[in-house]
Structure formats: structure tokens, C-alpha cells
């Protein structure tokens, strides 16, 4: 983590976390934006401390797991709203929002000419662009607005590289074009696009996109005193500079009953993907997609529809691992742990699991508790899962697992297996060749953050890091 | 002359908090001051308990000087005061 807005973010959930589990939360909750940002703090991140502290409240209103968007009377109390979430039985099934006071309604022209413009003799920009928008007034070079089409050859041509593009950050990052300015030059997203990867939460310099969290639902859960399984992604290695005996140990002095770890979800999907896709290819098939991404799969339904057909039925890791844990315990609360905003959607037409929280959100619990856990031994597992399972966190990791799956290993037909690591606009376009048959390859694996699910939006730790740290557990259990 | 010991708090809390980004303080580090620090890990500095989590990540430099909301930047700067 390296940002500000993130940082804030975890302060605050730690705040409500620890209020809650201590029973400070409702008397205190309506305090935290003012005392977070006192009138005599000299430095507001936005205009003032007023609007920060009015920005905060509803921060914390998705944090209980309220959605800005249905406020009706804005002088309703955190508390109030505190009690609502503790009443809830029911999940919205809206994830994502942007709050509309936060966003700063970035500036729509796409090409500027920066003071860096010397307004010189050759100006290449004005015989390159082919609108002829670029005119030099005085020593600067100025685009018409109107005229230009953002096409961005200015750009190339400056020799002091004075014209530069300033993008619309959420708007650059969403895959899908499901968030945009509406008459009011605010960015509204458009659920029947979005695929809810939030990529856009991440890319908010504002931190204007608020995710609805199920935090309060799942201490609820554990302060019941019910069984709450907590499922783990395979990513969660590297996620803390801890082993995950030591991670296990934290979960249980949370309060959960037990850690299941996704990856014996993630060995099922494996043998199932690959008995599917022999099938598929002796029904004279073309192609078979992975399905473990739900984002993916949702930008399939949404904006690819004819590769639909070629989406493997077989369940993701955590479909599985909550269908082994609720035929165990049927009466067991499950909480998938992971880096992804998109699960939670995954989570809503899944029977068998309950919650769906972040990593974020799971430090954030850890540091509330106290629970540091390099001073733990760590509670040894009562069985490893498969490495290569393991390595579903990563890119690539899908399609290592099928490799070397023993079905495949004894068959002599091999897969032509290709990737797509990460969805953005020019990706999204390879998709329809893959449907089409005018891509090589009959496996495809995609996975919608970069990097794979360690590079997810509500991870903990750089990207990089977080893979070296899975492969290398993956190269010990193999 | 001694070198200067720099721990970075790699607790949970700490690392939650921010933590994570300072582990590659080292790459940062000035050609001057790079053969006059030592980088450790430490574990929970204990400053992170009660209320005042609100200042982690906490870097302690020679064992006196405590930086909290430590950046990578706001780290070097410490250091580069007790060079001079
Ligand atoms: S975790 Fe850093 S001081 Fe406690």
C-alpha cells in the first residue's frame, strides 16, 4: 500500500471493527468523522474539514454495509444506520457506488498543452493534427475542443513532449465502459455493464467508488457464538509476511471455528476443468474458457455473449470448498476471504457461501484484535493443499494445475492453452475472436486482474511480492 | 562510526497500515547514506496498542527516534538529519 486513501480507509475500518466488537460502536460511530478531522486540523484533503467529515460519513456507511446511493433523509445518524445493518438478514445485491460528493468530476478533455510548450518554429502539432484543432496563440500552442477527436498524434510529435493526456482515471481503468459522466459531469456506473471487478475503486485518486462491505454481518455471525468457517483464497499466502499456520492461529482467536483453505476447492475445480474440457474437445468443440473468474464470467454474459457457450460449467474453487464445508456443517456460516471485489456477486447466486470478505478487511480485523502474528507458533494444518492448487492465485496458475493434472498427464492429447492475464478495453476485444474461432488456441484462461488474484483490488500487498511469495509456497507443497 | 540502526515494524497493525511499502526502503536509500544505515525488521514495536494505531507504521532509528505514518521519504529524511 502506498496511498493515502487506502491508508485512511484502514483506519476507519479498524475504528469500526474494534468499536463494534467492543460495544463502543453506536455511541461512538457518529463522533468518528469529527474526530478523525477536527475544525483546528490545519490541513483538509479536500476544501475543507467539513466536507471531509461529510465524505467520511458516508465512507462508514458503506463500510455497515449501507448503500450511499439509497439515502433519503441525509440527516439519518450512523447509528441509525448502524441499527439497520444489525437488522439486516439480506445482502443488497448493489456492490459498487460512486459518491457523488467525493467525485471531483475529473475534466473531460483528454489532450493538454502544458506550460512546457515553447510555441516554436517547427510546430510539428499543428501539421499533424488532422482536424486541424492545434493553433499557436502567442508562444502556446492551443487545441480547439472542439475540433479535436483525441486522437493523441500531438502527443508523439512534440519535441518537448508538451501535449500530454490526462485521463479520467476511473473511466481509463473500467474494462467495459460501465462508468461514466452523467449530465452532470459526475461518474454514474451502469450495473447492467459492469462486471463489478473494481478495478475503478482502485483507480480513484479520490477514493470517490465505495464498496459495500459485509463486515458487520460476519462479526455479527461471530459474536453469536455460531460456527463460521472462514475459506481462504489461494492468494492468501503472501498477503501477510506470516505462514499460514500463523494465519490460521489469528483466525481462530477471531473467533472462527475453523480455516478451510479454498486451494481443496481449487483441486476440485482442477480435475472437473480438465475432465470437462476432454469432453468438450470429443464433442468436436473449438475452444474451452476457464470459469474461476467472476469477473470474467460476468463480462462474458454481459458483453460477449456468443462465448458464452465456451465457458466451462465446472464450479470456482470457492463453489466448491463451500459446497465440502456446508456438507460437513450444514449449520456453519461461511466467509469467503479474498482480494475480490466480484466475488461478492459470485457469493450472491452461491447457496453455500454466506459472506465474502476483503483482506483489507481481514488486517484490519487482525489489527483491531491486536493480534500480531509474528509472535504466534501457528496451529499446523490438518492437511496441505496441492501446490499447483495453490498456484491458482497467480496467472497462468489455472492452466499450470490442468497441465499437470493426471488426467492430462496420461492422455496424448495437450491442450493449445493461451492466456489473458488481466481485462482492460484492448483485451476485452480479443474476447470476440476467441468466440469467433479467429484466435489460435482451444483452452483460454483469463483472469481479470492483472497478475492474477494476487493482483486484486482489495489486497494487501503489491503484486509482485504477493506472487513470489505464492509461487514459492507452490514450489514447497508440489 | 557507527551505523545507523533503522527498524521498520513489520507487526500487523504496522504492516496494515502501510508497512508493506517501506520494505523496499533500502533501493531508495542515497549512494551517501548507504553504507551507514542498517535496515532491520522488527517485530511489534508495541506503540500500535490502544488508540494509537492511528500512527502506524512506526519505524524506530537508533533505538530513541520514533517515526510514525512512516514513509519511505519521511524515513530517509530522519536519517539524513543524524548524518550531518
Ligand atoms: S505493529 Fe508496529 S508497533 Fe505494533
Redesign the pocket.
Known sequence: MNNNAERFRRELLIRVIRGYLDGTLRKDIDRIPIELRPKTMEAASRCCVYKDRAVTKYRLMAMLGCGVEEEVDEAKSLAEYLDDAEKRTELSPNILSVLDIACQACVESQYIVTNACRGCFARPCTFTCPRGAITVVGRQAKIDKSKCIDCGKCTKVCPYSAIIRVPIPCEESCPVGAIKKDETGKEKIDFEKCISCGKCLKACPFSAVLERSQIIDILKALKSGKEVVAMVAPSIIGQFPNRLEQIAEALSLVGFSEMEEVAFGAEKTTRNETAEFFEKMAAGDPLMTTSCCPAYVEAVKRHVPQLLKYVSHTKSPMGYSAEMVKKRSPEAVTVFIGPCVAKRKEAQSDANTDYVMTYEELGALF?AL?I?LSELHGITLLREADGYARGFATSCGVTSAILQDKAMADSTEKPNAKFINGLDKKSMKLLPLYANGKLPGNFLEVMACEGGCVGGPCSLRDVNLAALAVKKQVEETK | MEKIKVEI???????VLG?SALQDIEMFLPEELKDKVEITG????????NS??GD???VRINESIIVSQATIDSVINEIKKLVK
Do not use: I, Q, S
Request: charged residues 10%.
Open positions: 489489527a491486536e500480531n | 515494524c513489520v507487526g500487523t497493525t504496522c504492516f508497512a522488527a517485530n511489534c514495536l508495541g506503540l500500535c496498542k494509537h494505531f502506524a507504521p512506526f
